[in-house]
């Protein structure tokens, strides 16, 4: 009977391993999020970043795409910006994509000249943009919904 019951446990073992082999899924049929890279490219061709997060598939599908059509519109706007442009993307740029960003809420830049993280739910916004100004000059910027601290500012008489 011992022999048995060991065999069936280990069937079972075996079964759950078996079963189990996605690396996409937690065991529970869900989805995980997986780190996502690809590469745009930028102004008819000339030009490429790239543009990376961990996110689930369905949260990644077309997010490259639309920061690229937001730079190329960008580009194709506005003359005037192109070789400007053209410099700052002969840099290497990197688009860091965020599911849940920690210590901002829309775009941060660190200062590095060519790296921009931004919040996934601003990917289709003018932040794509804002974070190119941003490491154009080099600059370390964080962008996030702040709320007014009213006590100060009615002791500083800005209200």
């Given at each position: 009977m011992k022999k048995i019951i060991t065999l069936l446990i280990l069937a079972l073992f075996a079964v759950m391993i078996a079963c189990s082999d996605d690396p996409n899924e937690n065991g529970n049929g869900e989805e995980q999020p997986q780190f996502r890279s690809e590469t745009i490219t930028l102004f008819g061709g000339s030009h490429f970043a790239t543009v990376e997060g961990t996110m689930l598939q369905e949260q990644w599908e077309g997010v490259a795409n639309t920061i690229a059509a937001r730079l190329n519109a960008e580009f194709d706007e506005w003359e005037e910006n192109r070789d400007r442009m053209k410099e700052i993307f002969d840099r290497g740029v990197t688009y860091i994509?965020?599911?849940?960003?920690?210590?901002?809420?829309r775009l941060k830049t660190t200062g590095d000249g060519k790296t921009i993280y931004i919040a996934l739910s601003q990917v289709d916004t003018a932040?794509?943009?804002?974070?190119?100004?941003?490491?154009y000059t080099n600059e370390t910027t964080i962008v996030k919904n702040v709320?007014?601290?009213?006590?100060?500012?009615a002791q500083n008489n800005c209200l």
């Open positions: 994509v965020e599911v849940n960003p920690e210590g901002y809420t932040f794509v943009l804002d974070g190119m100004v941003s490491i709320k007014y601290n009213t006590v100060n500012l």
